[in-house]
C-alpha cells in the first residue's frame, strides 16, 4: 500500500514537472479564418493550462466530437481530463436543450472569460467548428512548440456559415496520391470549417475505385504506362507491349477509413464516377462498352479531343453504370454522387448506328438531347437508393431533370440558367475557383495548366461570391454554395498539391463561410500572414504570395500618378525611374509617383527580409 502510495506521489510530481515546463504565451489579437458572423473582443483573459479540465453538457464522453477533441489537445501536449458534476471545468463543451435558430445546424457560440471557455451549439458539428475557432486562438506555432501556459483575450462569438456547401474537390486520377495525403486534405479543410470533399476518383488517366463486379477496372484501368518524366502535354505514345506501372486504386475498405476520418471531421465525401466520356480507363478494361471495335490504352497524359466515350444505344452500358453505382451506394453514405458528364466528345455517337438507333427510337433531337437520356435514367436508378446527382454544367446542353444538381464550372452562366429552371447550384467557375492555376507570375511558379497570363492569386479567390447578382432572391436560394478544384495533371507529389491548395483554401473558406458585409480583404491580409506560420507548423507546404506588384495609374498635369499595391502584406518594393535594376538597397515606395510620359519604373519586391521573384517594368 505504501509503495502505491509512493508511486502515486511521484507520478503527480512528473506530471507537475511537465505541466510547468515549455513555452508561455501572451495572444492579444483573434485572427479567425473565416471571418466569423459576430465577434467581441473583451477585457481579461483566460490561461489555458498543460493540464485542461473538459466538461460535456449533454453530450457523451464517447461521442466522436469529444474524441476528436481529447486525441487533437494530446497531440497539442495538453492533457486533457474529464470532469462531470458540478465540477468546474476549464473547457465546457454544451449541446444546447432548446434549438437556437440563429445558429442553425453547423453553428455555435463561443465564449471565453477568466473562469473558462464555453461552447454551445445545437448539434456536434457546431460544437466541432467552435473548437476549431478555438485551436486558432493558440499561437500560430503551437503545433510544433510545447506550451505550459497560453493566456487568450476574453470574447464572445456568435458565428454560423453563409453556405451549406463549402466543398474542396481533388482529382486522384491524373496523379494518384496516397491515403496519407487525403487525409491531410481531410485536416486542413476541417481547420478551415470546410464540409464537402468532392473525390475525382474515374477518369481517362486512371480508375481508382475497387468495384468487386468488375475487376479490370483495377487490374487494368488503374494503371499506365509511366511518363511522369515527360512533359504532359506531348508524351510518348506506349511501346507495344509496354508494361503500365504507374497507378494505384482504393480498396473498399481504403474508402471505409476515408469516409470515417472525414466524418469525424464532419466532412461529407462525394464520389465523382464520371461518364458518359473521360472513360479511357474503362474502355481499355472493358472495351466492348465503347461504340467501335477499338482496343483502348489507359491515357498517359493529356489528349485532346477526349473522344472515348461509353456507348449509349448499348444495354450493357447501362447494366455496367447500375452495377457500379450499386456498390459505390454502399461506400459513400452521403446523399450526393457526382456523374461528371463534362467535355462528352460526341463524334463516335454521330456514326454508331446503336446510338442513332436509340436516338430515333426515343424521338430525340441531337447527340446532347441522348447524354441527357442517359443521365436521367441513371438518375432514376439512383433517385430509387435514395441518392441525387450532381453533374458539370455541360448537362444542361441536352436537358436537364429538376432533382439534378449543377455544378457550373465554365464561369457562372451555367449556373445562372440551372438557378432559374429550378435547379439546386454548387458554383465553381474556373476564375478564380480552379486551383490548378498558378498563384502568381509564372516565371516564379512550379508547372501548372493554362496559359502564362491566366492565374488565380489569392487576391481573386477573396473576390469569389457563389451568388450572382443576375439571380433574384427565390432564384438564389438555389445556390448551395461554391467549392475550389484541384485538378492533378501538373501535380505529381504531394508537396506540389499542398502549395496549390494553400493558402487559397484559406480565402476559399471565408468566400463561403462569412457574411458579405464580414469579409474585409484588409483585414483578411492581416490574418492570413499568421494563418501562413500556422499551415507551416501543421507541416504542409504552402505559397507565400504573389509579389509582382498591383499598379493603378490616374493622369497627372505633369504626367501618370502610379500607385502600387502588395497582395502579400508586409512586402516592400524597391524602385528605380532611371532604367537600373533595382536592389535592396534602392528606394522604398511609400507614397504615388509621379512619372514623366516614357518613363520606366521597375520594382523588386523584399517580404519578410527576403528578396522574391524578380524585377518588374512597367512603361508609362
Same mark, same amino acid.
Given at each position: 500500500?505504501?509503495?502505491?502510495?509512493?508511486k !502515486?506521489?511521484a @507520478? +503527480? /510530481?512528473?506530471m507537475?514537472?511537465?505541466?510547468?515546463?515549455?513555452?508561455?504565451?501572451?495572444?492579444? &489579437? $483573434? %485572427?479567425?479564418?473565416?471571418?466569423p458572423?459576430?465577434l467581441?473582443?473583451?477585457?481579461g483573459?483566460f490561461?489555458?493550462?498543460t493540464l485542461l479540465?473538459?466538461r460535456?453538457?449533454?453530450?457523451?464522453q464517447?461521442?466522436?466530437?469529444f474524441?476528436?477533441v481529447?486525441s487533437? !489537445?494530446?497531440k @497539442? +501536449? /495538453?492533457?486533457p481530463s474529464?470532469?462531470?458534476?458540478?465540477?468546474?471545468?476549464?473547457f465546457l463543451f &454544451? $449541446? %444546447?436543450k432548446e434549438?437556437d435558430g440563429e445558429?442553425?445546424?453547423e453553428?455555435?457560440v463561443?465564449d471565453?472569460t477568466?473562469?473558462?471557455?464555453t461552447?454551445?451549439?445545437?448539434?456536434e458539428?457546431?460544437?466541432f467548428?467552435?473548437?476549431?475557432?478555438?485551436?486558432?486562438? !493558440?499561437?500560430?506555432?503551437?503545433?510544433?512548440?510545447?506550451y505550459?501556459?497560453v493566456?487568450?483575450p476574453?470574447c464572445?462569438?456568435?458565428?454560423?456559415?453563409r453556405?451549406?456547401?463549402?466543398?474542396s474537390?481533388?482529382?486522384?486520377?491524373?496523379?494518384?496520391?496516397?491515403?496519407?495525403?487525403?487525409?491531410?486534405?481531410?485536416?486542413?479543410?476541417?481547420?478551415?470549417?470546410?464540409?464537402?470533399?468532392h473525390w475525382?476518383?474515374?477518369?481517362?488517366q486512371?480508375?481508382?475505385?475497387?468495384?468487386?463486379?468488375?475487376?479490370?477496372l483495377?487490374?487494368?484501368?488503374?494503371?499506365?504506362v509511366?511518363?511522369?518524366?515527360?512533359?504532359w502535354n506531348?508524351?510518348?505514345?506506349?511501346?507495344?507491349g509496354e508494361?503500365?506501372?504507374?497507378?494505384g486504386?482504393f480498396?473498399?475498405?481504403?474508402?471505409?477509413?476515408i469516409?470515417e476520418?472525414?466524418?469525424?471531421?464532419?466532412?461529407?465525401?462525394i464520389?465523382?464516377?464520371?461518364?458518359?466520356g473521360?472513360?479511357?480507363?474503362?474502355?481499355?478494361?472493358?472495351?466492348?462498352?465503347?461504340?467501335r471495335?477499338?482496343?483502348?490504352?489507359?491515357?498517359?497524359a493529356d489528349?485532346w479531343p477526349?473522344?472515348?466515350?461509353?456507348?449509349?444505344g448499348n444495354d450493357k452500358?447501362?447494366e455496367?453504370?447500375?452495377?457500379?453505382?450499386?456498390e459505390?451506394?454502399?461506400?459513400?453514405?452521403?446523399?450526393?454522387?457526382?456523374?461528371g458528364?463534362?467535355?462528352a466528345v460526341k463524334?463516335?455517337?454521330?456514326?454508331?448506328?446503336?446510338c442513332?438507333?436509340?436516338?430515333?427510337?426515343?424521338q430525340l433531337?441531337n447527340?446532347?438531347?441522348?447524354?441527357s437520356w442517359?443521365?436521367?435514367?441513371?438518375?432514376?436508378?439512383?433517385l430509387?437508393?435514395?441518392?441525387?446527382?450532381?453533374?458539370w454544367?455541360?448537362?444542361?446542353e441536352?436537358?436537364?431533370?429538376?432533382?439534378c444538381t449543377?455544378m457550373?464550372?465554365r464561369?457562372?452562366?451555367?449556373g445562372?440558367?440551372?438557378a432559374?429552371?429550378?435547379?439546386?447550384?454548387i458554383?465553381?467557375?474556373?476564375?478564380?475557383?480552379y486551383f490548378?492555376y498558378?498563384?502568381?507570375?509564372s516565371?516564379?511558379?512550379?508547372?501548372?495548366i493554362?496559359?502564362?497570363?491566366?492565374f488565380?492569386p489569392?487576391s481573386?479567390?477573396?473576390q469569389?461570391?457563389?451568388?450572382?447578382?443576375e439571380?433574384n432572391?427565390?432564384e438564389?436560394?438555389?445556390?448551395?454554395?461554391?467549392?475550389?478544384?484541384?485538378w492533378?495533371?501538373y501535380i505529381k507529389?504531394?508537396?506540389h498539391?499542398?502549395?496549390?491548395?494553400?493558402?487559397?483554401l484559406?480565402?476559399?473558406?471565408?468566400?463561403?463561410?462569412?457574411?458579405?458585409?464580414?469579409k474585409s480583404?484588409?483585414?483578411?491580409?492581416?490574418k492570413?500572414?499568421?494563418?501562413?506560420?500556422?499551415i507551416?507548423?501543421m507541416g504542409?507546404?504552402?505559397?507565400?504570395?504573389?509579389?509582382?506588384p498591383m499598379?493603378?495609374?490616374m493622369?497627372?498635369?505633369e504626367?501618370?500618378?502610379?500607385s502600387?499595391?502588395?497582395?502579400?502584406?508586409?512586402?516592400?518594393?524597391?524602385?528605380?525611374?532611371?532604367?537600373?535594376d533595382p536592389?535592396?538597397?534602392s528606394p522604398?515606395y511609400?507614397?504615388?509617383?509621379?512619372l514623366?510620359?516614357?518613363?520606366?519604373l521597375?520594382?523588386?519586391?523584399?517580404?519578410?527580409?527576403?528578396?522574391?521573384?524578380g524585377?518588374?517594368?512597367?512603361?508609362?
Amino acid at each position: 500500500m505504501k509503495c502505491n502510495v509512493l508511486k !502515486l506521489l511521484a @507520478l +503527480g /510530481f512528473v506530471m507537475l514537472l511537465l505541466a510547468s515546463c515549455g513555452k508561455t504565451a501572451q495572444v492579444s &489579437e $483573434l %485572427n479567425i479564418v473565416p471571418e466569423p458572423v459576430r465577434l467581441e473582443q473583451k477585457s481579461g483573459v483566460f490561461t489555458v493550462k498543460t493540464l485542461l479540465k473538459l466538461r460535456m453538457e449533454n453530450l457523451s464522453q464517447n461521442s466522436q466530437t469529444f474524441g476528436y477533441v481529447k486525441s487533437s !489537445l494530446r497531440k @497539442l +501536449g /495538453f492533457r486533457p481530463s474529464f470532469v462531470s458534476g458540478n465540477t468546474q471545468g476549464d473547457f465546457l463543451f &454544451e $449541446l %444546447n436543450k432548446e434549438y437556437d435558430g440563429e445558429i442553425g445546424d453547423e453553428g455555435y457560440v463561443l465564449d471565453v472569460t477568466s473562469d473558462g471557455i464555453t461552447v454551445r451549439a445545437n448539434t456536434e458539428t457546431g460544437l466541432f467548428y467552435g473548437y476549431q475557432t478555438f485551436l486558432q486562438m !493558440l499561437p500560430d506555432d503551437v503545433c510544433r512548440t510545447a506550451y505550459s501556459k497560453v493566456s487568450i483575450p476574453a470574447c464572445s462569438i456568435v458565428d454560423y456559415p453563409r453556405f451549406t456547401w463549402r466543398g474542396s474537390h481533388l482529382d486522384v486520377c491524373r496523379h494518384f496520391f496516397p491515403m496519407s495525403q487525403i487525409k491531410k486534405h481531410l485536416d486542413i479543410m476541417a481547420a478551415y470549417k470546410m464540409n464537402r470533399f468532392h473525390w475525382h476518383l474515374t477518369e481517362d488517366q486512371g480508375w481508382r475505385l475497387e468495384i468487386s463486379k468488375y475487376p479490370l477496372l483495377t487490374e487494368v484501368g488503374a494503371w499506365r504506362v509511366d511518363r511522369n518524366d515527360e512533359d504532359w502535354n506531348y508524351p510518348r505514345n506506349p511501346e507495344p507491349g509496354e508494361k503500365a506501372t504507374y497507378g494505384g486504386f482504393f480498396s473498399k475498405e481504403d474508402v471505409k477509413e476515408i469516409v470515417e476520418y472525414a466524418a469525424q471531421r464532419h466532412i461529407e465525401v462525394i464520389p465523382e464516377i464520371e461518364f458518359p466520356g473521360h472513360c479511357c480507363a474503362v474502355l481499355a478494361s472493358y472495351p466492348e462498352l465503347g461504340c467501335r471495335d477499338t482496343q483502348y490504352c489507359v491515357a498517359v497524359a493529356d489528349y485532346w479531343p477526349p473522344e472515348a466515350i461509353m456507348c449509349a444505344g448499348n444495354d450493357k452500358v447501362q447494366e455496367f453504370l447500375r452495377d457500379v453505382f450499386d456498390e459505390v451506394v454502399e461506400m459513400f453514405p452521403f446523399q450526393y454522387i457526382h456523374v461528371g458528364g463534362d467535355e462528352a466528345v460526341k463524334k463516335h455517337w454521330e456514326t454508331c448506328p446503336k446510338c442513332q438507333a436509340r436516338i430515333k427510337e426515343l424521338q430525340l433531337n441531337n447527340e446532347a438531347e441522348l447524354q441527357s437520356w442517359l443521365t436521367a435514367e441513371i438518375e432514376k436508378y439512383l433517385l430509387e437508393k435514395g441518392k441525387r446527382i450532381i453533374g458539370w454544367d455541360e448537362i444542361l446542353e441536352g436537358f436537364v431533370t429538376p432533382s439534378c444538381t449543377v455544378m457550373s464550372w465554365r464561369g457562372t452562366e451555367g449556373g445562372i440558367a440551372a438557378a432559374r429552371k429550378g435547379n439546386d447550384v454548387i458554383m465553381t467557375p474556373v476564375s478564380p475557383c480552379y486551383f490548378d492555376y498558378r498563384q502568381a507570375d509564372s516565371l516564379y511558379q512550379p508547372q501548372a495548366i493554362g496559359k502564362a497570363f491566366r492565374f488565380n492569386p489569392l487576391s481573386r479567390v477573396y473576390q469569389f461570391n457563389p451568388t450572382p447578382v443576375e439571380l433574384n432572391a427565390e432564384e438564389q436560394k438555389h445556390i448551395l454554395g461554391g467549392q475550389c478544384n484541384l485538378w492533378t495533371e501538373y501535380i505529381k507529389d504531394n508537396e506540389h498539391l499542398e502549395y496549390m491548395l494553400l493558402p487559397r483554401l484559406c480565402a476559399m473558406s471565408e468566400c463561403l463561410w462569412s457574411p458579405l458585409d464580414r469579409k474585409s480583404w484588409e483585414r483578411f491580409q492581416v490574418k492570413i500572414e499568421h494563418h501562413k506560420d500556422r499551415i507551416a507548423a501543421m507541416g504542409y507546404n504552402l505559397c507565400w504570395g504573389s509579389f509582382k506588384p498591383m499598379v493603378t495609374t490616374m493622369p497627372d498635369a505633369e504626367g501618370t500618378r502610379v500607385s502600387l499595391a502588395a497582395e502579400e502584406l508586409g512586402t516592400v518594393f524597391h524602385y528605380t525611374i532611371d532604367g537600373s535594376d533595382p536592389t535592396l538597397e534602392s528606394p522604398t515606395y511609400a507614397e504615388p509617383l509621379i512619372l514623366k510620359p516614357g518613363a520606366m519604373l521597375k520594382t523588386l519586391a523584399e517580404y519578410r527580409g527576403q528578396k522574391r521573384e524578380g524585377v518588374y517594368s512597367f512603361s508609362f
